[in-house]
């Protein structure tokens, strides 16, 4: 059944992120980034390709292989974060490089989800994305201030379709 979703999922990514959705994501990534010393990455994901559903492949282990292919780890103060999400599985996602994740426990995360998620459920994904880079950029505001001090931009703030 899974691998039927996933292979009639069709569009459901540029469908529920059109451009303007993706222009405010964007915008509110910019804008936290300038209260922080983190980087946030968001990434949505219509469905998987048919033989990653046929073998079982998660939700979990398709952001580790984002995170990696996006290079959210490859910031100076090792202070990415990936909000991935993946529409067929109705599943969230957040990885922190080993910075943020020295210093912010996961039942954070999971929270952060949860309040994206609820969102999603209403069908307000631009609401749940905005909500989700709010409630992570408290956190990192909390774990790394800027402080006065500049945030260069090492990773594009476009959220990025997979």
Known sequence: ??????????????????PAVLDAIQH??????????????????????????????????RAQEAFARLRVWNTEGNTGVLVYVLLADHAIEILADRGIAAKVAADEWHEVCALIQRHFTAGDYQRGAIAGVE????ILVRHFPADGRSNPDELPDRPVLL
Not at 135 to 138: F, G, Q, R, S, V
Request: without cysteine; proline residues 5%; charged residues 25%.
């Open 28 to 61: 509110a990534i910019k804008a936290s980034e300038h209260r922080h010393l983190g980087e946030i990455v968001f990434a949505v994901e219509g469905s998987l390709p048919p033989l990653d559903a046929l073998r079982g492949v998660g939700a979990r282990e």
């Open 135 to 138: 409630a992570i950029t408290a």
């Open 1 to 18: 059944m899974r691998a039927l979703r996933h292979l009639f999922d069709l569009g459901s990514a540029r469908r529920h992120f059109p």
